[in-house]
């Protein structure tokens, strides 16, 4: 779906993984349902394929721009920058564009970060296009100059780094023609890029943290329709969650120590209420061994515990961050938190989860939450920030560190939920580590 900025669908089109790869380069109509329900011709899109290259390094740059030529009748001009990867057809894809700096010649754009991979394939010689245009409220632009570089020419570049501005049809009328302005590389600092691999093999630590939900809503587990309910020779919802994600997880814990919890019930001895407690009810000693450990202990609470309520995720999220924080305060740190979130309904504590996740997205944590039964849990899709980044106030997360899946959608394919849950993980894992300059100590 190609959509404008305010998410309003301009058209679609469908095809095939196989299709992008065999074709590599393929154009596709697009069409759009009207009211009528009908479809209407939408314009087309065209879509080009190539493999990545394994090599990545990060490009941090400033760049600023003198003496750029006047577009606006009323001012001066609006420059923004576009970055152009060429390809082998010998066409050009836009990679990035920086902000539009208002009302000047003399444009000074905020520092920003590109990959190799996105800005050349991290091919040394391949051409980078960098052209110079001046934004229009109406939605266009009008184009000021260009210049070619590659990647290794950047590298190289003796800063500041200088390249003339230049528009072929200004250059063509006119002799005296010298260039609409030049462009400037203030700045570049080049760093390589570890993949989750990387990390993984060199020392990084992923410690996965289990929490069950056992509020009321669940139903009695002694009754065939409870969520909790447990039969001989099947496993329900919990229980297929827990052993189709931790049965991956565990692959990459070393000790196979897992701290397990439940939340929102009534434990003993006493059935005092509580908001976390230890799956297996040992308050000295919380951690199961494995995820036959965890699958263990969950068959012995579910008849141990009172389902109770209310469904409060704040205080788990708050936990696992606090060990992260001892992670995150430690010099060179690599352990990482995972925590899987099992619940059957709409969280009563919205506002101050939302609170602990947006302290979560500065630690180095990801939270993996499972919808079980029925329930509506459009709450979540608030929680997983996809599209946009978790807020509260005036306080955003830092980064998305939420993947919401639920279980219905993969009840008959539980390999399918394990690859869905875990599927944003590495992404997660290596921003946190990139953002806080960490690297695999060997490599």
């Not at 905020?110 to 051409?127: G, I, T, Y």
């Amino acid at each position: 779906k190609l959509r404008h900025g305010g998410g309003e669908v301009i058209g679609e089109a469908s095809t095939s993984l196989g299709q992008i790869v065999s074709t590599k380069s393929q154009t596709l109509a697009l069409t759009r349902l009207t009211g009528g329900g009908k479809r209407k011709e939408a314009g087309s899109i065209t879509i080009k394929a190539e493999e990545v290259s394994s090599l990545a390094e990060t490009l941090d740059m400033r760049w600023y721009a003198q003496k750029v030529d006047k577009k606006d009748f009323f001012g001066k001009s609006d420059p923004y920058l576009q970055f152009a990867r060429s390809n082998p057809d010998g066409s050009f894809s836009v990679v990035h564009r920086t902000e539009f700096i208002k009302n000047t010649l003399n444009p000074s754009w905020k520092p920003f970060k590109l990959s190799s991979q996105k800005l050349c394939n991290s091919d040394m010689e391949r051409m980078i296009q960098i052209s110079c245009w001046d934004w229009d409220r109406d939605g266009s632009s009008d184009f000021i100059g260009s210049c070619e570089t590659s990647l290794r020419a950047l590298k190289a570049a003796k800063l500041p780094f200088k390249m003339d501005l230049i528009n072929p049809a200004k250059k063509r009328s006119k002799k005296s023609y010298k260039n609409s302005g030049t462009l400037v590389l203030e700045s570049i600092v080049v760093s390589r890029l570890y993949s989750f691999l990387d990390y993984i093999t060199h020392g990084c630590e992923l410690n996965f943290v289990v929490g069950v939900d056992f509020t009321g809503s669940n139903g009695d587990p002694r009754s065939p329709g409870s969520l909790h309910s447990i039969t001989s020779g099947s496993m329900n919802e919990y229980q297929n969650a827990l052993w189709s994600v931790g049965k991956v997880c565990e692959q990459y814990d070393s000790d196979k120590q897992f701290p397990s919890f439940g939340f929102g019930a009534k434990i003993p001895p006493h059935q005092t209420f509580s908001d976390i407690f230890p799956l297996n009810l040992n308050m000295q000693a919380p951690d199961c061994f494995g995820i036959d450990g965890i699958m263990a202990a969950y068959q012995q609470c579910v008849y141990q515990v009172k389902l109770w309520g209310p469904t409060n995720a704040a205080p788990i999220v708050n936990r696992v961050a606090d060990m992260a924080q001892q992670e995150h305060q430690r010099i060179k740190s690599l352990s990482y938190y995972v925590l899987l979130l099992l619940t059957d309904g709409v969280l009563t504590d919205m506002q101050e989860t939302k609170k602990a996740v947006i302290r979560a997205s500065h630690l180095p944590m990801s939270i993996i939450i499972v919808g079980v039964g029925a329930a509506d849990f459009k709450d979540m899709d608030e929680l997983d920030g996809d599209d946009e980044r978790l807020r509260l106030g005036t306080s955003v997360a830092e980064r998305d560190i939420v993947q919401f899946v639920p279980f219905r959608k993969y009840s008959t394919a539980p390999a399918a939920l394990a690859k869905e849950v875990l599927a944003e993980i590495p992404t997660q894992l290596v921003e946190y580590m990139h953002a806080h300059g960490l690297q695999p100590p060997a490599l």
